[in-house]
Structures are given as C-alpha cells and as structure tokens.
C-alpha cells in the first residue's frame, strides 16, 4: 500500500489536527483528492477532546451482557477472550481461521481520536487503536465480484448471560459495502487509551466506523465473510423500520421514534450538553463520496 499512516508519533504528538492532515494525505493518495479542501474548514478538523477512560468504559451498549448502560462493564469480565481466533471466509484467496495474535503481528497499529455517535442520540470521542480493516482483508485477498462484507459477534451461551433473551437474533450481526470497510477511517479496534481494548468494548477486537450510528461498530468479532450480496444485520432484521443497512449518521433523517438532529455528550455530567449532530458524524469530507448519487433517506 503506498499511501497509510504513520504510526510514529506517540501518543502525546498525535494532536487532532495532525490526525487530520495526516487523513488528507491519505485520502489524497488513495482517492485523488486535491488538498484545496485544506482551506476549508471541517468539523474533523475541530479539537476532539477524548472522554476519560472511565465514561468510555463504563457506559456501554453490549446487549449480550443485559441491556443496561451499566451491564458490559459489570457482566462482560465472563467472556474468555484468549485464546481468540477470527474466521475469514466467503470471496477471498485465503480463506481460514486466523489465531488474533498472528493477526496483530502482521497489522500496525496506530491511535485513531474519532468521534462516536449512539443511535440514542449521545456521543462520545474516544482515543481507539487499531488497525485498518483494509489491511486485513488485503491480507486474505479480496476476490473479484466482492462487494459486500459481514460481520458476526462471538455467540457463547456460557459467557455471555444476555443471549438467554431473545432481544436480538444471535449472533449479533452487522454488514457494510465493500468500499466503506475499505475505506481509510475504518478499523478493526484492539485499544483504547494504549491499553488492550477492555470486555466491555469488543474485546479483543471490534469494528469502528466513525461515520456511522454506533451499533455498526460491531464488538469482539469471531467470522469475517466477504461476498456479492448484501448481508442481513441484527438491528436491521429486528426492526427494519429503524434501521437501516446503512445507518450513516445523518442530521436530516430522523429515527421514526425520535430527532437525530442533536446529541448529547457523554462526560458533560448532570447538565450534559447538547451539541447539533454533523452530516456523517463531522467525516462528510471524507466519506461523502461514498454516497454520491443515493437517496439518504431511501438508504438510511
Ligand atoms: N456484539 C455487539 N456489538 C455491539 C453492540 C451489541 O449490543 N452487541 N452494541 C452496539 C451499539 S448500539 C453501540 S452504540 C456500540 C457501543 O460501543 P461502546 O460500548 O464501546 O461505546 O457498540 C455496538 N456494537
Ligand atoms: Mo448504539
């Protein structure tokens, strides 16, 4: 790949700013983008200030440990998160299941500092590493009439005392195009804070699509599988309504039971402040290409 981000800058350099010129560069290599856009200003470009360690971990969606903010952080410690090993099927030249451990020695890992928005309407910034999931699916190579890739979440009864309750059809399942996982901003999550990305999170690694409402960002992965078709997801299947496949976060379309037009950050304490909702969560610039020519409200 002859464009990727560094990962030689520690923790202290990587300022938003430098994350986001850094993205430029990328997007510029990659796609052909001018660096005109430079001179405007983006929301990505704004100071994103990380929440602690203590809000992203213990406000948690994680239905398969209860259906309580509170529940992940309190239930998750039963998942058995080693050995770990992911399986990556459907149209690739090297299908298999690959061992977590063999699959970090071949990944980088870099800090990602992304805004992160909950179909609820709250959101958080947090300070993720990770890897590109391009990479990953470069390295068990990607076959030609591949279009879509899906998702699949450990399912252990033993582990996980939610499953019992059929809220979701288990495993919990999630889906994006072939050109969103490929796309630069989207990684695989291993860490939070320099530290290995705790239960309660998606240990030991977990989908991270910054532009997209947060129950994408599918936790503790177990079957990667590319195909031609679009692949049934769990919100989608339980309440198509709702949501939908693409679940792009979206000021203007509101979910049918509430307003997406603001958010409330998480951390602001009692009076939690409310702040308007950008297009694509504040990466319009990055991933409104994606899109060109679709309906957003048909798509949503
Ligand atoms: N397997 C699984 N992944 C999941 C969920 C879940 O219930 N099960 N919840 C989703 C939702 S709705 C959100 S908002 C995010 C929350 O991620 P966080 O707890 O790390 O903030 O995880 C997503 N990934
Ligand atoms: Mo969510």
């Given at each position: 790949m002859a464009h990727r981000w560094t990962n030689t800058l520690t923790h202290a350099d990587v300022t938003p700013q430098a994350a986001f010129l850094n993205r430029r560069q990328v997007m510029a290599g990659l796609a052909g983008v001018g660096l005109a856009g430079l001179a405007r200003p983006a929301a990505a470009q704004e100071a994103l200030e990380p929440n602690t360690w203590e809000d992203i971990t213990s406000y948690n969606n994680y239905y398969e440990f209860g259906t309580r903010k509170e529940d992940p952080a309190r239930y998750a410690h039963t998942l058995v998160t080693e050995p770990w090993s992911v399986t990556i099927d459907g149209l690739v030249d090297k299908p298999g299941e690959y061992d977590f451990k063999d699959i970090m020695s071949e990944m980088t890992v870099e800090e990602r500092?992304?805004?992160?928005?909950?179909?609820?309407?709250?959101?958080?910034?947090?300070p993720w590493n990770g890897f590109e999931l391009a990479d990953l699916l470069n390295m068990a190579g990607v076959q030609e009439g591949a279009k879509y890739v899906a998702f699949e979440t450990a399912y252990r009864p033993d582990e996980?005392?939610?499953?019992?309750?059929?809220?979701?059809?288990?495993?919990?399942r999630e889906g994006?195009?072939?050109?969103?996982?490929?796309?630069?901003?989207?990684?695989?999550?291993t860490g939070i804070y320099d530290k290995p990305i705790p239960n309660q999170n998606g240990a030991p690694l977990r989908l991270v699509v910054p532009w997209k409402y947060g129950f994408k960002s599918i936790k503790s992965i177990v079957r990667i599988t590319i195909s031609d078709v679009e692949p049934p997801t769990?919100?989608?299947?339980?309440?198509?309504r709702e949501y939908g496949f693409y679940s792009n976060v979206n000021p203007n379309v509101d979910h049918p039971r509430w307003s997406q037009a603001?958010?409330?950050q998480i951390g602001g304490g009692l009076f939690a402040k409310r702040i308007p909702t950008l297009m694509f969560n504040g990466y319009e610039e990055e991933v409104g290409g994606l899109y060109d020519g679709m309906d957003l409200k048909e798509f949503y």
């Amino acid at each position: 790949m002859a464009h990727r981000w560094t990962n030689t800058l520690t923790h202290a350099d990587v300022t938003p700013q430098a994350a986001f010129l850094n993205r430029r560069q990328v997007m510029a290599g990659l796609a052909g983008v001018g660096l005109a856009g430079l001179a405007r200003p983006a929301a990505a470009q704004e100071a994103l200030e990380p929440n602690t360690w203590e809000d992203i971990t213990s406000y948690n969606n994680y239905y398969e440990f209860g259906t309580r903010k509170e529940d992940p952080a309190r239930y998750a410690h039963t998942l058995v998160t080693e050995p770990w090993s992911v399986t990556i099927d459907g149209l690739v030249d090297k299908p298999g299941e690959y061992d977590f451990k063999d699959i970090m020695s071949e990944m980088t890992v870099e800090e990602r500092i992304y805004r992160f928005r909950c179909v609820e309407a709250w959101s958080m910034v947090v300070p993720w590493n990770g890897f590109e999931l391009a990479d990953l699916l470069n390295m068990a190579g990607v076959q030609e009439g591949a279009k879509y890739v899906a998702f699949e979440t450990a399912y252990r009864p033993d582990e996980m005392p939610g499953v019992q309750f059929p809220i979701l059809e288990w495993p919990y399942r999630e889906g994006l195009r072939l050109d969103e996982a490929m796309h630069p901003l989207t990684i695989m999550a291993t860490g939070i804070y320099d530290k290995p990305i705790p239960n309660q999170n998606g240990a030991p690694l977990r989908l991270v699509v910054p532009w997209k409402y947060g129950f994408k960002s599918i936790k503790s992965i177990v079957r990667i599988t590319i195909s031609d078709v679009e692949p049934p997801t769990s919100w989608n299947m339980s309440a198509p309504r709702e949501y939908g496949f693409y679940s792009n976060v979206n000021p203007n379309v509101d979910h049918p039971r509430w307003s997406q037009a603001s958010e409330r950050q998480i951390g602001g304490g009692l009076f939690a402040k409310r702040i308007p909702t950008l297009m694509f969560n504040g990466y319009e610039e990055e991933v409104g290409g994606l899109y060109d020519g679709m309906d957003l409200k048909e798509f949503y």
